[in-house]
């Protein structure tokens, strides 16, 4: 099951812009995580949010969360070539184990 | 990619094969994950398992199976059932301390399964 929904499927911007992501969710979450994906490789962990936050910051990282409208935006500020990559948002539910369940993920391209 | 490997990079399966692969971790971690990643695709969860000598299944489970021997290894299993192998597939693994609301996944760097 997919929970989580991203948006815009895929952007891009020149370098130097900031690139904003979004994600809706459906269910009440425990809390909500951000990954990277480089094209062929592995995921890897950028920032987690928990349902009592609002906002969280990590170097060029902002992310926002309102659980009211069960969304979420990640905001990369001053982009850079090195920034290519997919982009997933990951929901941690409240109930059940400790799986997240992923977006689609967008596909973000800095244009040097 | 953490501590986390994953064997074979590449692997080819034949038609009616059951092929397997290799997920280790020396991370200390109590739960592991599989999943399957299609083109331009989110990740789609096939098993996980919380701790040694226990798994569940995830969303597509069909087709696939899984043990969990020891903590460091979870090897997944793609059998003859499973008619559209064809995919990348990611192995993962956290920590299972629910006190922490912390359950940020490491990720291995994936083996790309195809059919010949």
């Known amino acids: 099951s997919q929970q989580g929904e991203e948006d815009p499927q895929a952007l891009s911007i020149q370098e130097g812009e900031n690139a904003t992501m979004n994600c809706s969710y459906k269910t009440s979450i425990n809390n909500l995580q951000w990954y990277r994906q480089n094209s062929g490789r592995g995921l890897v962990h950028l920032i987690l949010i928990r349902s009592n936050e609002r906002e969280k910051h990590s170097g060029r990282l902002r992310v926002t969360l309102d659980t009211s409208k069960k969304s979420s935006s990640l905001l990369i500020t001053a982009s850079r070539a090195a920034d290519t990559a997919s982009y997933f948002c990951a929901t941690g539910l409240i109930q059940g184990a400790q799986k997240l369940v992923f977006g689609q993920g967008t596909r973000l391209t800095i244009n040097p | 990619d953490g501590g986390i490997t994953q064997s074979p990079k590449y692997l080819f399966r034949k038609e009616g094969q059951n092929v397997t692969l290799s997920c280790e971790q020396n991370l200390n971690h109590d739960a592991m994950y599989w999943y399957r990643q299609d083109p331009g695709q989110g990740l789609r969860l096939i098993y996980y398992?919380?701790?040694?000598?226990?798994?569940q299944k995830g969303d597509i489970a069909e087709g696939y199976s899984v043990s969990r021997e020891k903590k460091e290894s979870f090897p997944l299993t793609v059998t003859s059932a499973q008619k559209n192998p064809t995919a990348f597939y990611l192995c993962a693994s956290s920590t299972a301390d629910r006190a922490l609301a912390k359950n940020i996944q490491y990720f291995g760097a994936g083996t790309r399964l195809s059919v010949l």
């Open positions: 398992s919380q701790i040694v000598n226990d798994f």
